[in-house]
Structures are given as structure tokens and as C-alpha cells.
């Protein structure tokens, strides 16, 4: 059974700040990884999707990367806001023959930006 | 493109009642839907995934006689929580995508609050 697991569960930096967030998945046999931000109460809003046979994923200041092989993902904010502050989630999806393709969530990195 | 939306954004209701959440694709057709279910500060947890026009696929655990799931069109599935109970308050989030493939990506609703009193 895959498990995805999220370090820091919570983040607190001053403004400005350069940070990493963490996910590692036990079962490498993914077939894409996927970061998403959810604000209190909200749902969930895609950042980076990236496909198992890729490394790494760019969107403005959000830089994802996969390392399939040791079950880990990072994800890179440069030059961080106040509006960044939110819940950030990995989730890993499976391959169809071994669970339905699903999405298994880790429990998030909840992230505070201090202005 | 790709919206999903979710009604009603909050709900309260009475212990023992019955309360219809509805998702809906907005702008495609939706062959796979999925209700996860997410408490304060934790992950969020499928409960069921449906595909149009067949029964939903339970998770371990999640009562099916409880969570009562319909996909009965293209862009438009509900869950019913039946005979609810304070535990069943929770945040519910439903997903949906184009396809069964898993090529196809899940784009997820706003979330549904439900606070049984």
C-alpha cells in the first residue's frame, strides 16, 4: 500500500525566504506525482504535475522534482509571499493495474509567510 | 477549462437526517468521478470512486449503505450522507476526470462543509 509522507508538517518563514518542501512515497511504481495548494477551507488547486518519466517541473517561482527511484519530491519556492501561505499537498497516482490509478494524498506541509 | 463545482458549499444538519451533496463538471464530461473526505489538518481520503452509468467502488471502511453515490450523467454526481451523525462532519471533496485512463488529470471542486449538529 503506497504512503506518502510530508516534512515539515508546518513551515513558518519571514518574507523573501527560499524554501523547500518534502514528499517521499514508498512505492516507486507511480505514474505521476502532483503538488497542489489548498487554502482554509477551499479545495484544491494543481501547482506541478509531473510524469514518472520526468525530473522536474517549472511554473513561475514553483520548481517541482522527482527522484522516482528514492521516493522523493521536492518542491522549490524562491523569493516566498504572504500569499503563499497556504496547505501544500503531494499526492501519487498509481498505475491502472495497481490501484485504479488513484491519488494518495500525503497530510501536507501547512506553510506561513510572514510579512 | 476543466471546473468542477460543488453544492452546497456548506451544510448544516440535524442528527439522523439525510443530506444530498451534488458535483458537477462544468465544462467537460466527467467518465470518472471521486468523493474524498478530509478532517481538520489531515489528508484528504477517498471514499468511493464512480464511473458513469455503473455503481460506485468503495474504499475499505466507508459504508456503502451510508454514503450513497450517484454518477448518473456525464457531469453530475452526488453523494448522500444518510442518517448522519456528529462523526460525519467532515470537509467533502469531490474529483473528476475526462477519462478512466489514468492519463487523464483530476480536477477537483471547492470542497462541501458538513456540520452535523
Known amino acids: 500500500k503506497q504512503e506518502v509522507t510530508q516534512i515539515p508538517a508546518a513551515l513558518s518563514v519571514p518574507e523573501g525566504e527560499n524554501l523547500v518542501l518534502n514528499c517521499s512515497f514508498t512505492?516507486?511504481?507511480?505514474?505521476?506525482l502532483q503538488w497542489f495548494r489548498q487554502d482554509p477551507g477551499k479545495g484544491l488547486t494543481s501547482l506541478l504535475l509531473i510524469q514518472s518519466s520526468q525530473r522536474e517541473q517549472t511554473s513561475g517561482r514553483l520548481n517541482a522534482s522527482l527522484d522516482k527511484s528514492s521516493g522523493r519530491s521536492t518542491l522549490y519556492i524562491a523569493a516566498s509571499q504572504p500569499g503563499d501561505s497556504a496547505t501544500y499537498l503531494c499526492a501519487v497516482k498509481q498505475g491502472e493495474e495497481t490501484s485504479g490509478s488513484r491519488l494518495t494524498f500525503g497530510e501536507g506541509t501547512q506553510l506561513t509567510v510572514n510579512p | 477549462g476543466a471546473v468542477v463545482s460543488q453544492h452546497p458549499s456548506r451544510v448544516i444538519c440535524k442528527s439522523g437526517t439525510s443530506v444530498k451533496i451534488e458535483c458537477r463538471s462544468l465544462?467537460?464530461?466527467?467518465?470518472?468521478m471521486f468523493w474524498y473526505r478530509q478532517f481538520p489538518k489531515q489528508s484528504l481520503m477517498l471514499m468511493a470512486t464512480s464511473n458513469e452509468g455503473s455503481k460506485a467502488t468503495y474504499e475499505q471502511g466507508v459504508e456503502k449503505d451510508k454514503f450513497l453515490i450517484n454518477h448518473a450523467s456525464l457531469t453530475l454526481s452526488t453523494l448522500t450522507v444518510t442518517s448522519a451523525h456528529p462523526e460525519d462532519s467532515s470537509f467533502y471533496i469531490c474529483?473528476?476526470?475526462?477519462?478512466?485512463?489514468?492519463?487523464?488529470?483530476?480536477?477537483f471542486g471547492p470542497g462541501t462543509r458538513l456540520t452535523v449538529t
Open positions: 465544462d467537460f464530461q466527467a467518465t470518472t
Open positions: 474529483s473528476a476526470r475526462m477519462g478512466h485512463s489514468q492519463t487523464y488529470e483530476q480536477y
Open positions: 512505492d516507486s511504481a507511480i505514474y505521476n
